[in-house]
């Protein structure tokens, strides 16, 4: 259990961290999500015990990160942004070193890097220098060496940043293995990683937390009801009668267009999108009247997390589109 | 600090820096060895040491230019951070290391003035007595090497500085000879030092109005002792800068004499830069 109260950092006049208070409970994989620069690796490098706060305090456990950091450490595992590599040695040497220094001896040493290592998929470069890895191998390195020392919490760093299509795959199923039996807290500016990957999550701007909450209890707090766009060829009075038989709709807005269609905005109780749809759809079809264009709008997590760190310079990136269009 | 010990003596010997060291310190000494005992058949082997001494100005560097500043390039320092160990335990495991990829070549020294004693008579004890110094001599330039090492994340920068402050502190008792022996002069230089702590204050603390304070405070004392007292300050400078030169130290030793505060001093100073470095590492947390 981590607890994290009034966190601020300060570079001069710039706030990295302003004020930062969360909880953080055993058994969930939770994801820092915001923009680059939004002090999501400033905030992990204090959890860490990288970094000194300007004020506030982290707990690990019950330790102070700053008044016992040594008791703090050794429950924590952390992969930083940049994964902290020798590179002149092998993966085999620099494990048993990381091990050492988190006091481990001996078989129990032996026992933890053979595991580690089964678990990251490790043992074909286990004996070739890290130089000549490729970067999802030496990523993997990165994540072996915060889970020697079997921490309870692991702390990754965007761990898939600057990886191609296939390791992104490969270290987000790695990360969901380690969900099972520990804490995992990980963070990205990439909105579908979170999505796909964190049951909790956590999303900073400007240094501060602007919502805390599950994927779904995000979407379901924070979006409005779902639409559904529609243009039909019919008299408006006869759209709004169809409509009207349909289930599930909250509400409608027509705009009779001048070539004679009626543009229409349907908003729905947001559970059943596609069978509303579906209904429109069929309903229309019944009176012979045409429906020349229909597209949904799901809830998506893209348009939460524009909304609550608008005003950050950057924006980000547009994956996770949700958007499903039908004509 | 055991695994960091033996991380970095591993290291050493992984790459070519360790041989490096090693063959530049015994080729030079052996050179001197040939000229003074064997050529010119004198029986002292402490003047091989002391003219050997001026190696240090080149391997010192060549040993400590990457001990930290290479951590902070490779942001492997962000893992040193993170481990449950201690700054000091990081800088003592690192400077250990150093001592004993030092201490290895030393160690074949130690044999010559033996083999020499088998051919003729060699002053035994004053020979390992100065090993002795020049080996705490040595010590104390690591030290600094690796706090020089703690200032920058760039290799090239650490080896340029620390073979320039070695050879300034070899030539300082040559130079002291030059500089202004009056009151006025060292009053100026002394100032010009206030300034310095403060500046170094500053980098290593960040903070700008303890630099401050520091700095005025001594400028004060400086003006203020200045004032009362002016006579003392003849000849300071002079004195200062032999006073700083660790290779003077080692001349007592040369001479035959085995002198107690010499290694006192030594001592002091390799505990000042291993205090330093320890603050240099644990400032970057606070930046």
Redesign the interface.
């Known amino acids: 259990m981590i607890t994290v109260e009034h966190l601020t950092k300060r570079?001069g006049d710039f706030t990295a961290v302003d004020d930062l208070s969360f909880e953080i409970q055993e058994g969930h994989v939770y994801g820092f999500l915001g923009p680059n620069g939004a002090g999501k690796s400033t905030t992990m490098?204090i959890m860490?015990?990288?970094?000194?706060p300007t004020e506030g305090s982290v707990r690990i456990y019950g330790h102070d990160i700053f008044q016992e950091?040594?008791?703090a450490?050794?429950l924590?595992g952390?992969l930083?942004e940049?994964p902290?590599?020798?590179?002149?040695?092998t993966p085999e040497?620099y494990l048993r070193?990381?091990g050492?220094?988190?006091?481990l001896r001996g078989a129990g040493l032996a026992e933890q890097i053979q595991a580690v290592v089964e678990q990251t998929r490790l043992r074909e470069v286990y004996r070739k220098p890290i130089s000549a890895l490729s970067k999802g191998y030496k990523q993997r390195v990165g994540i072996a060496?915060a889970l020697l020392g079997d921490p309870k919490v692991v702390i990754l760093d965007e761990p898939t940043v600057g990886l191609d299509p296939l390791q992104i795959i490969e270290i987000r199923e790695l990360i969901r293995q380690l969900g099972r039996d520990r804490t995992v807290i990980l963070s990205s500016h990439i909105l579908s990683e979170i999505q796909t990957m964190c049951d909790q999550i956590l999303i900073i701007a400007r240094g501060k937390l602007v919502a805390f909450d599950t994927p779904e209890g995000l979407e379901r707090a924070l979006l409005a009801p779902s639409e559904i766009a529609l243009t039909a060829e019919a008299p408006a009075n006869q759209v709004e009668q169809v409509l009207g038989e349909i289930d599930h709709i909250v509400d409608t807005q027509l705009t009779p267009q001048a070539d004679g269609t009626v543009a229409v905005k349907v908003k729905t109780d947001g559970d059943s999108i596609y069978d509303v749809s579906r209904a429109i759809f069929f309903a229309f079809a019944r009176r012979n009247q045409a429906l020349l264009e229909i597209s949904l709008k799901k809830a998506n997590l893209e348009d939460i997390f524009l909304e609550l760190t608008e005003g950050t310079e950057a924006a980000p990136a547009p994956e996770a589109q949700k958007e499903v269009d039908e004509t | 600090m055991?695994?960091?010990f033996?991380?970095e003596l591993?290291?050493y010997f992984?790459?070519l820096t360790a041989y490096v060291f090693g063959a530049f310190l015994l080729a030079f000494i052996g050179i001197w060895a040939m000229i003074y005992n064997i050529q010119a058949a004198v029986s002292n082997f402490e003047y091989v040491l002391s003219s050997g001494s001026l190696i240090f100005v080149v391997i010192v560097p060549i040993l400590t230019m990457r001990v930290i500043a290479e951590e902070r390039k490779?942001?492997?320092?962000?893992?040193l951070?993170?481990?449950?160990?201690?700054t000091t335990q990081v800088i003592m495991g690192k400077y250990l290391a150093l001592l004993t990829v030092y201490l290895i070549p030393l160690a074949v020294v130690c044999v010559y003035p033996f083999i020499f004693a088998q051919f003729g008579e060699v002053y035994l004890l004053t020979a390992y007595g100065s090993i002795l110094a020049f080996f705490l001599m040595g010590a104390a330039f690591l030290a600094l090497g690796m706090f020089i090492s703690s200032l920058t994340e760039n290799q090239g920068f650490a080896a340029g500085i620390g073979i320039a402050v070695i050879l300034f502190n070899y030539y300082s008792v040559s130079l002291s000879e030059y500089v202004s022996a009056t009151a006025m002069g060292s009053m100026i230089a002394l100032l010009v030092i206030a300034l310095l702590v403060g500046v170094l204050i500053r980098h290593l603390t960040g903070n700008e109005n303890l630099a401050f304070v520091v700095c005025l405070v001594l400028m004060a004392a400086v003006a203020v002792c200045y004032l009362t007292d002016s006579a003392a300050f003849e000849g300071l400078l002079p004195k200062v800068m032999s006073a700083l030169s660790l290779f003077e130290r080692f001349n007592a030793f040369v001479n035959g004499m085995f002198d107690l505060t010499a290694v006192v001093y030594y001592g002091s100073v390799i505990a000042f830069f291993l205090f330093l470095s320890v603050q240099s590492l644990e400032k970057r947390?606070?930046?």
């Open positions: 570079y490098n860490t015990g990288c970094l000194s950091p040594n008791q450490k050794r924590m952390y930083p940049q902290p590599l020798y590179l002149n040695e040497e070193f990381v050492e220094a988190k006091g060496q | 055991t695994a960091i033996k991380h591993r290291s992984h790459s490779q942001k492997t320092d962000q893992l951070y993170a481990l449950p160990i201690t947390r606070y930046n």
